[in-house]
Nanobody, 122 residues
Framework: QVQLVESGGGLVQAGGSLRLSCAAS????????MGWFRQAPGKEREFVAA????????YYTDSLKGRFTISRDNAKNTVYLQMNSLKPEDTAVYYC???????????????WGQGTQVTVSS
């Protein structure tokens, strides 16, 4: 069992940056691939980025490449999402997820966090 807790969301102006964190419980964090997803009001949850077990490989949805960066620190059981040049359309609840498959854009994840709200004002 893995429990995930996201943090770092908030209100930011367009063009600003935020770094989201996702802290995982348990001693098996390094055996999981990790992903970030987001869900805007009235829309389906969408894949943002994924990172493999050791952090050596990453995968992004095409539209966010260059602005968002996923990373992980296995010593701290934490995965991060650095978001730069934020736009109002990035407003969403952001979720992290853990799974055994990399890369996976949805089906490979077994555990999900509760989400953190990111709001980008224009």
């Amino acid at each position: 069992q893995v429990q995930l807790v996201e943090s770092g969301g908030g209100l930011v102006q367009a063009g600003g940056s935020l770094r989201l964190s996702c802290a995982a419980s348990g001693r098996t964090f390094s055996s999981y691939a990790m992903g970030w997803f987001r869900q805007a009001p009235g829309k389906e949850r969408e894949f943002v980025a994924a990172i493999n077990w050791r952090g050596g490989s990453t995968y992004y949805t095409d539209s966010l490449k260059g602005r968002f960066t996923i990373s992980r620190d296995n010593a701290k059981n934490t995965v991060y999402l650095q978001m730069n040049s934020l736009k109002p359309e990035d407003t969403a609840v952001y979720y992290c997820a853990a799974g055994r498959i990399f890369p996976s854009t949805y089906d490979g994840y077994n555990y999900w966090g509760q989400g953190t709200q990111v709001t980008v004002s224009s």
